[in-house]
């Protein structure tokens, strides 16, 4: 320790709250109850206070620490990253609260990554704002940066849009990404998840049915009410997939990605660690497919000379992070006029058939995130509907189940050709893409997966393929009924929060 | 709380005194950038602010989206209505704010009409479409702030390879009224100088050598004969023309209504109809397209995308934004080291182009039109946004053009064929809100970008990688004090 970092810094924000000092960096050794690395620096909270004044000022006091927590790692460089170094086996043994792994994790989606703790790789150029191929850009400086339209954890701007899977030097070669906002990632993982139980419930009665039969059984795919297509199990167990819809033969649920190909957010995170910021998690170097971490083998296959670059740990609480954010909002608008058309908006939403893969909302059998571990300890479960970062999902004040207003069915379609990139990708071919929830759509302009869209109805209209009906029944209306249609969008947006930046 | 604490740790805790009432552990003392909370009556005007704005944009959006295109109707603000007064300056902010938000579309003229999908790499110096609007890319940091890496202009390219390009990392937009009015000073003042040699030179017959300085900064020499021709070959940092040009990375931009002009036609495809007039007299095919009408050059049906009086408003709003501030740390030991790091600042030569402090001799900014003889009167001090600063404008630069060496030039030539590696002093007000820095956002901390300079900075690049770590840590922190004020606002 420098004499000169001044003692009372060190005090005031790091002993006193069961932070770290560098001898408290150690690593806990897996005693059970150490925390080890990480360290709160009271920047992130999950605490949204209902009144506004109460809220400017808990936004006035995190900006203040992050201003100085800005100072001390000047003074002490590596204090901010270390602070999001918290360690798996302490995670797991119970060591940190959800709260405080949401915050930790949020230190991490705010940090600039730089070369000294990994950024980049040696195969790779310093900036490659077109991605090459599965190893990424890297193209940008942290999550936060492509994260921020409408709020914090939101989306990106159309210049965010990321350029995956190209040859790192022409757009025209990459497939184009606008950043998704974050609110309310842990439910739809946790709706996918049961809904993909459910689909295994369907195989697994067939494959009984096949086997007892002797005769190849078929019955529809149905989760949650949102028909997958039929599914055919010989007697021998193997599956037909040839009436599978919407959803990969591995029958996943698979919510996140403009294509429905990533199944968890840990996977998600992970990757985008990876892809973005040339972060490699121990998880992914140990996996070593170098198509995706890089040639060079060994402990660091990206070359960088950094080594353990996210551990598993930070995996965790950026995982957590995500999941745990907050619930979309729908709020009633400006006037009672409007909230007239948006009354009449919800019906036309109906009838033009919008809600056929906009489904208004699917019901949730039970809100805990389960994070399970991947290296045979316990399993992190974060009840969102008591620890999620506020608001919170509630129940119905009526039945007391919970329901999920996302506006899709988490199901693949095909949105024509004008929409459609010029090749398939990871085999979901060009012209499909998952039904984007709408929930908090009104705080994620511009729209569509490449960020074509600049307002609710260019994005509308855009619409083909199997939305060309009902996009040709909104074209048909009357302006006064489509400003129906898109202010009942607009009501579906996030919780107003104060923000100092 | 207690009983997840290690054992050593929860032992400092209970040692110190510290434990809150309950067992909880004890709040954090706050490091209040101004040394106390904000007092309830600052509080009071934050808060009303916020909510002033969120109420506006609320109904704005709900408008916007029963009525389409609605919130395009600020766009037709004609120079003659700004003329006539039709707005005071407070509605003039206004419109400027919602107008830096504001998402074009095909209806107000955005693009060419062929538009299908982003072209982040510029099609020569006709432009992208890269983004809706302005706060699309100056936002990071906080409203009007500057532009992530991903939000970099891909300029002068080939329309889809990266590496044809010149890369611009997006600058925050808060002070630029100061830095408009203080070059406009600064020209002013070298032209009277050379008109005086010019005067001198023909009265007396005899050559004048002369010294070209203004606020103290020196811009080279110039050699004034008595038949009125003039040796540049010793000028330094500008343009034989001696107008500052404070706006750009290569400074070639002076005023912030063609700044403006130059960033809707580049990122929006949106044509002013100032430069439609210019296309009648002349066609600017590389710049605006082929036409055939002058009055839509870009022939996407539309024409007038962008009135004069909307450069005037939005030039008004940029000239009324808030000005950032020197917020030092709270701890008092860190205050010792930001103390030094600031000495340092000065020692290792930083300030001998990062000038601390530009005096700005008048208050007033006229906004003068390009067509009518009217203008906007601002003042630059009580007009717009706090907190607004003094006349001592500290904006850390010198507003001149330096070589920075071959590692941070440029790939190809630009089109006013400036050195490659030649660009404006980046005033650093505001600086540790605004990473990455350098003109393509490469360096990801103040250190980085410190090392990155070269050329005429080299030895004062190498006078800091030779300070002891603390020194350096020191610099980097005072450098992180430049930031702006703490504000709230609803998120959006």
Not at chain 2, 144 to 150: K, L, N, Q, R
Not at chain 2, 151 to 162: L, T
Not at chain 2, 202 to 229: C, E, M, W
Request: glycine share 10%; proline share 6%.
């Amino acid at each position: 320790m420098k004499t000169r970092i001044p003692a009372l810094a060190l005090l005031g924000l790091g002993l006193a709250f069961g932070g770290c000092t560098d001898e408290s960096i150690a690593p806990a050794n897996g005693s059970v109850g150490a925390r080890g690395g990480g360290q709160i620096l009271h920047t992130i909270s999950t605490h949204l206070p209902v009144d506004q004044r109460e809220d400017a000022t808990a936004a006035l006091t995190r900006d203040a620490f992050r201003r100085e927590g800005r100072f001390l790692d000047a003074v002490d460089p590596g204090r901010l990253f270390r602070a999001t170094r918290v360690d798996e086996p302490a995670i797991e043994s119970g060591a940190w609260s959800n709260d405080e792994l949401y915050q930790i994790g949020g230190q991490l989606f705010n940090f600039t990554f730089t070369p000294r703790v990994g950024y980049g790789g040696k195969d790779l150029p310093a900036y490659g704002r077109f991605q090459t191929g599965r190893r990424g850009g890297p193209d940008a400086p942290r999550c936060e940066t492509c994260h921020s339209r409408g709020g914090p954890q939101g989306s990106g701007d159309a210049a965010d849009n990321a350029y995956l899977q190209g040859d790192g030097n022409s757009q025209a070669s990459a497939l184009e990404r606008n950043p998704i906002a974050l609110a309310g990632a842990g439910l739809l993982e946790i709706v996918a998840a049961e809904m993909t139980a459910e689909l295994a419930g369907v195989r697994s009665t067939l494959a009984d049915q096949a086997k007892s039969s002797g005769k190849p059984a078929r019955g529809e795919l149905v989760a949650k009410g949102v028909s997958f297509g039929h599914l055919t199990v010989k007697p021998d167990g193997s599956l037909d997939p040839a009436e599978i819809q919407g959803i990969d033969a591995d029958l996943v649920v698979k919510p996140f990605g403009w294509k429905g190909n990533v199944a968890t957010i840990r996977d998600m995170v992970e990757d985008e660690l990876l892809l973005h910021h040339g972060m490699e998690s121990d998880f992914l170097v140990a996996e070593a497919n170098p198509a995706r971490v890089g040639p060079f083998g060994g402990a660091d296959p990206d070359g960088d000379t950094v080594t353990s670059e996210i551990t598993e740990g930070q995996v965790t609480a950026l995982t957590l992070f995500v999941a745990m954010q907050e619930a979309p909002a729908q709020l009633t608008p400006v006037s009672s006029e409007q909230t007239l058309l948006a009354a009449k908006g919800r019906t036309f939403m109906k009838t033009l058939g919008c809600t056929s893969c906009h489904v208004s909302s699917l019901p949730l059998n039970g809100t805990t995130f389960t994070l399970a571990s991947r290296g045979g300890g316990a399993s992190v479960k974060v009840d969102l509907a008591q620890e999620g970062a506020e608001p919170r999902i509630a129940p119905d004040e009526q039945t007391g189940s919970f329901r999920v207003f996302l506006f899709s069915d988490l199901k693949r379609h095909d949105v024509g050709k004008d929409l459609a990139e010029a090749r398939a990708d990871r085999g979901v071919p060009a012209a499909q893409f998952l039904t984007p929830p709408l929930w908090g759509v009104a705080r994620t302009r511009p729209f569509l997966h490449d960020a074509r869209a600049a307002q609710l109805e260019d994005a509308i209209l855009m619409h083909g393929g199997e939305a060309q009906k009902a996009r040709d029944a909104y074209a048909a209306l009357a302006d006064i009924d489509r400003g129906a249609v898109r202010v009942l969008l607009t009501t579906l947006t996030r919780t107003p929060r104060m923000v100092t930046q | 709380m207690l009983r997840r604490l290690p054992a050593r740790l929860a032992a400092v805790v209970l040692l110190a005194g510290a434990l809150a009432p309950g067992g909880e552990a004890p709040s954090p003392v706050t490091p209040w950038p101004h040394g106390a909370a904000p007092s309830a009556a600052e509080l009071d005007r934050l808060l009303d602010d916020a909510k002033t704005i969120e109420e506006r944009e609320r109904f704005e959006e709900f408008l916007a989206a029963s009525e389409i295109n609605e919130d395009s109707d600020h766009l037709p603000i004609t120079q003659e209505d700004v003329d006539a007064d039709v707005y005071d300056k407070k509605i003039l902010f206004q419109f400027g704010d919602e107008f830096f938000s504001h998402q074009f579309t095909h209806a107000n003229g955005y693009g060419d009409g062929s538009f299908k999908t982003m072209k982040r790499v510029h099609t020569g110096v006709r432009g992208g479409l890269d983004t809706f609007s302005c706060a699309g890319c100056h936002s990071l940091g906080g409203p009007d702030g500057a532009g992530s890496p991903t939000e970099n202009a891909m300029i002068q390219g080939d329309g889809d390879h990266a590496d044809s390009a010149l890369v611009r990392n997006a600058p925050a937009m808060l002070g630029v009224g100061m830095v408009q009015a203080l070059g406009a000073e600064m020209s002013h003042e070298l032209q009277f100088e050379r008109q005086t040699a010019l005067d001198q030179a023909k009265s007396t017959g005899k050559a004048v050598s002369l010294a070209l300085t203004t606020k103290g900064i020196s811009f080279g020499a110039l050699v004034v004969q008595p038949d009125a021709t003039i040796d540049y070959s010793a000028l330094d940092g500008v343009d034989f023309d001696l107008v500052i040009k404070p706006f750009g990375r290569k400074g070639t931009i002076s005023r912030l209504r063609r700044f403006v002009e130059d960033a809707a036609r580049l990122h929006f495809g949106e044509q002013s109809h100032i430069l439609a007039l210019g296309y009648q007299k002349k066609p600017d095919v590389p710049h605006l397209g082929p036409g055939p009408n002058w009055y839509d050059p870009d022939n996407d049906g539309r024409q007038r995308e962008l009135e004069e009086g909307i450069l005037t408003t939005v030039a008004s709003y940029l000239a009324m934004l808030e000005v950032p501030v020197v917020l030092p740390p709270a701890d008092p030991g860190l205050r010792d080291r930001w103390a030094n790091g600031s000495a340092l600042f000065d020692s290792v030569g930083c300030s001998s182009c990062h000038v601390r402090q530009v005096p700005l001799l008048y208050t007033l900014w006229h906004e003068t039109s390009d067509t009518t003889a009217g203008e906007v009167v601002i003042n630059l001090f009580t007009d717009g946004d706090e907190p607004r600063g003094t006349n001592l404008v500290e904006v850390f630069s010198d507003f001149k053009r330096h070589d920075l060496g071959p590692g941070l030039a440029d790939p190809h030539d630009e089109e006013h064929k400036l050195p490659r590696s030649v660009f404006l002093t980046r005033p650093l007000w505001g600086l540790a809100e605004t990473p990455p820095y350098l003109h393509d956002g490469r360096a990801p901390t103040i250190p980085d970008a410190i090392l990155a300079h070269g050329g005429d900075a080299q030895p004062e690049r190498d006078a800091f990688a030779a300070l002891p770590p603390d020194d350096q840590a020191d610099l980097h922190l005072f450098l992180l004090s430049l930031t702006r004020e703490p504000k709230v606002r609803v998120a959006r």
